[in-house]
């Protein structure tokens, strides 16, 4: 069961009004959580990026797919450990079933997909709260990740090429991941802490 604790909304205010929840005055630890969450992500994306440009410069989209597939999850995985924080991504179509959302971060996704349509800076956004999970106290924070046009509609546009569709799904057998266009939310970041 997910009860919310103390939603700490960090949505631009040129977003405007937060999300149906009452901003609250940030606590040292809150803030210092949010640094760290963001840190993480930041490492995150950096050591997926690193991979997917080698990958994208060695063999194209068909070898960035392997490096999604076999060294997303070890990047990941890096990363939570080092920064003590459970760092994901997650995705309203995801490509890989182990990466679907929970209720709280469609219901964030959501919001921020409204608030883009609404004409909010995507970069700006960020979702923190403070939630309780199974009677215990879990701090989460959300980014959105959007698409950009190249190199990500090579692997996640409308308009595959067959040798990349194929490697999906080999790979992907129930894949929703495609049919982005530039500038769409393609998922976000999410991260995850118990407040001891």
Known sequence: ????????????????????ETPMAQPNADVERIAKARGA???????????????????????????????APKITAARSAESG???????????????????????????????????????????AETVEMDGKKVFRYMKPIMTAGSPCLACHGSELKPPVAEKIKALYPKDEATGFSAGDM???FTVKQAIE
């Open 1 to 20: 069961m997910l009860r919310i604790i103390a939603p700490l909304t960090l949505f631009a205010l040129a977003a405007g009004p937060a999300l149906a």
């Open 41 to 71: 992500i930041k490492g995150l994306a950096e050591g997926l990026k690193a991979k997917l440009v080698t990958a994208m410069k060695d063999g194209g989209p068909v070898a960035a797919l392997d490096v999604c597939n076999i060294e």
């Open 85 to 127: 924080m459970s760092v994901a991504r997650t995705a309203l179509k995801v490509r890989n079933q182990n990466n679907a959302a929970d209720d709280f971060e469609r219901r964030v996704m959501e919001q921020f997909i409204e608030k883009i349509k609404s004409g909010a800076d995507a970069m700006k956004l960020e979702h």
């Open 186 to 188: 393609r998922g976000a």
